[in-house]
């Protein structure tokens, strides 16, 4: 069964998605509406911030609070009250560029992508943050997409959404090894988007274009399929008390939907793990 969650606007392009077991929230971004959302879903109340700039992601941090990728850097955030300060510029991005999708790993450190607005040319880039922001990979990326740590934070995916690939790297003292490929989409499948791992250790996929979410198998092979009424899919997070529900985002840009841009609740039959925060 698929949930709309009851609101009174629609995502630009609903992502980064991030369970704050802390608060018992549910908290996403809509990049293009610079907007921070947060769902409490005992009660369905739906709060939203204004932000300054496109917003990527939002993720907790261990000292309280958040962090967010905001523009072209990273930026400490509070809600109650709200407040933004930037902590970090993105080195060498131009205005053609923007922050995407991000994810923590174990021991604290932020793994995010830039992107170019028009998603058609390869001026981005993927990133480590531990305080300070460096390279984690020379390739360029023209849609940065996931990223996902698996549990034990021994190895790391990531998309660019653009060539349809998810990449496997190991991942050993906030270092990446060799980029591997890890599953391609093939036709039908849509283009890989945000990505989460549930507690079986198998990797649940957004499929932008799609208009579902693939659970793969932890050698890779599609294993299940749920249809959403909506065609572009961003993003996946488990939440609730015991994460034993999941909750979606997609997209209205550019699409005429009814659902394009609704934040979805399905019930994925299994359980997630705890998000990791970041730790600076």
């Known amino acids: ?146 990223p996902a740590i698996d549990p034990a934070g021994c190895f790391l995916l990531h998309t660019d959404s653009a060539m349809g690939v998810i990449f496997r790297y190991a991942l050993e003292d906030g270092q990446l090894g060799e980029r591997q490929p890890f599953i391609a989409f093939e036709d039908g499948w849509g283009s890989p988007d945000g990505m989460t791992f549930d507690a079986e250790g198998h990797l649940w996929v957004a499929c932008w274009g799609a208009s579902c979410l693939t659970r793969f198998s932890p050698e890779g092979v599609p294993v299940r399929r749920i249809e959403l009424p909506a065609s572009q899919i961003s993003n996946c997070v488990f939440g609730g008390a015991d994460l034993d529900r999941m909750f979606v985002t997609s997209s209205a840009n550019g699409v005429d939907e009814k659902h394009g841009g609704a934040l979805f609740e399905i019930d994925p039959g299994v359980c997630g793990v705890p998000a990791f925060l970041y730790r600076g």
């Open 1 to 146: 069964m698929v949930k709309v969650i009851a609101r009174d606007r629609a995502d630009v392009l609903g992502e980064g998605l991030f369970w704050d077991a802390r608060a018992g929230k549910l908290l996403w971004t809509d990049i293009l509406g610079k907007r921070v959302n947060r769902l409490a879903p005992e009660t369905g109340e739906v709060e939203s911030w204004e932000m300054p700039d496109v917003t990527g992601w939002i993720i907790g941090a261990e000292t309280g609070g958040y962090v967010a990728g905001i523009g072209r850097s990273i930026a400490r955030v509070s809600l109650d009250p709200f407040s933004v300060e930037t902590i970090a510029d993105i080195p060498g991005q131009t205005s053609i560029n923007r922050v995407n999708d991000a994810a923590a790993d174990p021991e604290g450190r932020l793994w995010l992508g830039t992107m170019p607005f028009s998603c058609d040319v390869p001026t981005g880039g993927f990133w480590r943050f531990d305080g300070e922001v460096s390279r984690a990979d020379a390739t360029p990326y023209t849609i940065p997409n996931g």
